[in-house]
């Protein structure tokens, strides 16, 4: 018996493509259905002429069916539609459970005709035979077809592949060798893993309501293999979970959430990353996913709950000091005691090694490695440059002023008296620095699933490198890599890829992302836009021409992201033009979510975590991508480059916020990170 009523993906992702009234009736259908499947009630019957026996229509009402595979017991629903589609779609399906022992609903031969051509000119899988290819998962009845199908007759299927499947087929592609999988056993095959990445059987009607009711987003209940053994395993200390842009850290991370605050009932739990924008964020899916958060579990970027535990230990005889305001200091004090090194040298220096390391001595400074600087630093220039640190350090003191960093070390010191959780989750740790790292491990004491951490180095956009492990935060042989983009497209990742740098920094915990662990894209869609512009203003002119035509399409506005290197590009370029032509915008700050209703608009620094359907980066010119503003100011060649390759990932995270399509545009020079333009003919 598999159990009673289950949900397959693609029904979620067919009642999407209905009307809100007709979304209303199939789900008070299927409540109905959920309780009482054998009621006498239901139009429940035999689908005709389907080439699966077991499938099953259940009426709705006059125009739409649910379809549904129905043996013994056992009712999983696959599919809903208007009839004659509803019906179409079983006709060309079967449901079947493969030589691995997983479940899956597959396209019968005769569709695999219609794509596959059996041409043994340039077919890829030709050199492996039938029972190996059946071993790894392809379909029986598809096999003798794809051994002779061409790469872009492969790629057509990608969507009717399972998942799985499809992984192994792309690694054969690449040449890899894919090791045949073993047949795991299982009482029930909707528990096997590769199922329960497409099949979901409700524990309860109130959990079928509320994955239903709201927007529906497959985050919610179907999980990779490798995500879900992360969500759910029993670590013995701090773990990691890596992955490239789209691979579903973040999806990871707030369902990790929601499994501690049920393991640990009564604990306190934190979850909890760099930016506010994001908190809320996740504050946002954690609260889709659980109907509510628990009074227990606190969800909060790591920098205003370290404010506001030193508002209440110090009261506020402090402010947090302005990166400029800083700056400004810095440069004063360089010129009037040492004045033989560079301002982007000095500048660099405090930003990389002084201030996030908390050197305080002359003595400290000597010994110290100075992680994440390139440039070696004599003895004596050390002695040297250390006037200038020791006199910014007394006049923050002076004015009782406190950097990020500072704010964190100082509650580090008195960590007794903070808050401790059972369990921390940390979204986009990679942006974390050493300040936050250790007040992360002083706020959780070690024990069994203490710390969770998840982190693309490629991603990093804040920070500097900070080694996990000099911070008292080991991860080795509890690490999980994440492969599969669930996000952007494949057009959109490999257009994406070719901006980041070909290396990755040193003595970092996260350096073994490389090329080679690029994630899988499992979309397709259209080739990014890459357009160039006279001027300014006529940049923003084709922007909104080309979102406007997005809208035609029935993408809403919400579903729409702007980028720029500045705020300033924004607001005195794109921004106006965007509202002339009708179409409005919402900001983006640390304070609201995106607005589903206006374009969402903000620097891609704001970016980070977010996703849209649709997105826009704009400015992409040389002077922006890299900031020549600050490139300028830097004269060591070693710090230019380590400054271009954050500037790179930074314009990388901008471009894969992107789901299904993406536009660059720039006016003049274009940045030198750009690749080529795809040949895209598209409007």
């Not at 051509?117 to 899988?125: D, G, H, M, S």
């Not at 889709?288 to 958060?293: E, T």
Request: glycine letters at 4%; a negative charge; one cysteine or more.
């Amino acid at each position: 018996m598999l159990g009673q009523v289950s949900l397959a993906n693609t029904f979620g992702d067919s009642l999407k493509k209905l009307s809100p009234a007709e979304q209303k009736a199939v789900k008070l259908t299927v409540f109905d259905f959920f309780e009482n499947p054998a009621s006498p009630g239901h139009s429940l019957h035999q689908v005709d002429k389907a080439p699966w026996p077991h499938w099953w229509s259940l009426r709705v009402n006059d125009d739409l069916r649910i379809i549904l595979a129905h043996q013994a017991d056992s009712y999983v629903l696959c599919y809903v539609g208007h009839h004659d589609e509803a019906y179409r779609w079983a006709q060309r399906r079967r449901f079947e459970q493969d030589i691995t022992g997983t479940l899956r609903v597959v396209l019968i031969e005769e569709e695999i005709q219609h794509v596959i051509q059996t041409v043994e000119v340039n077919a890829p899988l030709s050199r492996y035979d039938r029972e190996y290819l059946m071993r790894i998962g392809i379909p029986a009845s598809w096999v003798d077809y794809v051994r002779h199908a061409s790469e872009e007759d492969l790629i057509e299927l990608i969507d009717e592949f399972p998942e799985e499947v499809w992984e192994r087929v792309e690694e054969l592609l690449k040449g890899n060798v894919v090791k045949i999988p073993e047949r795991i056993a299982v009482e029930n095959p909707l528990h096997h893993p590769d199922s329960r990445r497409r099949f979901w059987t409700p524990a309860s009607l109130e959990e079928l309501k509320r994955s239903l009711d709201m927007p529906w987003e497959k985050w919610l209940v179907y999980l990779h293999p490798l995500q879900r053994e992360a969500v759910e395993a029993h670590y013995s200390g701090p773990a990691r979970v890596s992955g490239g842009a789209g691979t579903g850290k973040t999806v990871v991370a707030v369902h990790r959430t929601a499994e501690l605050s049920r393991r640990y009932p009564g604990e306190r739990i934190l979850l909890t990353t760099f930016s506010r924008t994001l908190a809320q964020h996740l504050r946002h899916h954690l609260q889709l996913l659980m109907g509510s958060v628990h009074p227990r579990v606190t969800v909060a970027n790591l920098h205003s709950l370290a404010r506001g535990w030193c508002s209440h230990l110090y009261g506020d005889r402090f402010t947090i000091a302005e990166d400029q305001q800083v700056a400004q200091q810095l440069e004063w004090l360089r010129l009037e005691l040492c004045p033989s090194f560079s301002s982007g040298f000095v500048r660099m220096e405090w930003e990389r090694v002084i201030e996030p390391w908390n050197i305080r001595t002359l003595e400290q400074y000597l010994h110290t490695q100075r992680i994440g600087r390139k440039a070696p630093l004599r003895t004596e220039d050390r002695q040297k440059l250390w006037q200038v640190f020791e006199a910014l350090w007394r006049w923050l003191e002076g004015n009782s002023l406190l950097t990020w960093s500072m704010l964190c070390y100082r509650l580090v010191d008195d960590a007794d008296l903070l808050p401790k959780y059972r369990c921390i989750v940390v979204d986009e740790a990679q942006d974390f620095g050493p300040a936050e790292l250790m007040l992360i491990r002083a706020l959780c004491p070690e024990n069994p699933d203490d710390l969770f951490l998840c982190a693309d180095a490629e991603q990093r956009i804040y920070r500097t490198v900070s080694p996990w492990s000099t911070l008292g935060i080991h991860t080795r042989g509890r690490s999980t890599r994440l492969r599969v983009n669930y996000r952007t497209t494949r057009q959109i990742q490999y257009y994406a890829e070719r901006i980041l740098p070909e290396y990755t920094e040193q003595g970092d915990d996260l350096q073994d992302e490389t090329l080679s662990l690029r994630p899988l894209p499992l979309l397709r869609g259209d080739d990014p836009r890459i357009r160039p512009a006279i001027s300014e203003d006529r940049e923003a002119e084709l922007l909104a021409e080309w979102l406007i035509l997005r809208a035609q399409e029935g993408y809403q506005l919400g579903e729409m992201g702007v980028f720029a290197r500045t705020r300033n590009y924004l607001k005195d370029y794109i921004v106006p033009v965007l509202e002339k032509c009708g179409l409005p915008v919402h900001w983006l700050d640390d304070h609201s979510l995106p607005d589903s209703n206006r374009v969402n608009v903000g620097t891609a620094h704001r970016a980070k975590g977010l996703e849209f359907k649709v997105v826009a980066v704009v400015g992409v010119c040389a002077s922006l991508f890299p900031l020549q503003s600050v490139l300028s100011d830097i004269e060591d060649p070693v710090e230019r480059i380590e400054f271009e390759r954050l500037e790179r990932q930074l314009l990388y995270v901008a471009c894969t916020r992107a789901r299904e399509k993406l536009w660059v545009s720039y006016c003049g020079v274009p940045s030198p990170y750009l690749p080529p333009a795809p040949q895209d003919k598209s409007p």
